[in-house]
């Protein structure tokens, strides 16, 4: 990304392609504002967590979300 005046950038070719399918079309203000305002939602299936008492599991399951979380983000950061 580089930017061409304060508060101005320009997408790069692999960029723009990402933020379009994020988007699910081509990028306008709108359609970049609506995609910032969505939430992010993380589907891991297949997990097994047994770890106690009800609140040990729930912390278990915290940890992981959060693990989860920074695991997408990285993958995220690295497309750009």
């Known amino acids: 990304m580089g930017q061409m005046h304060a508060g101005e950038f320009v997408l790069n070719p692999e960029t723009t392609s990402m933020a379009e399918r994020l ?36 912390r278990v399951v915290k940890k992981a979300a959060y693990d989860a979380a920074l695991d997408a983000y990285a993958v995220i950061m690295r497309e750009y």
């Open 23 to 58: 988007a699910g079309g081509h990028l306008t203000q709108s359609t970049v504002l609506q995609s910032m305002r969505q939430s992010l939602v993380i589907h891991q299936s297949g997990w097994q967590i047994s770890a106690g008492s009800p609140a040990d599991t729930a």
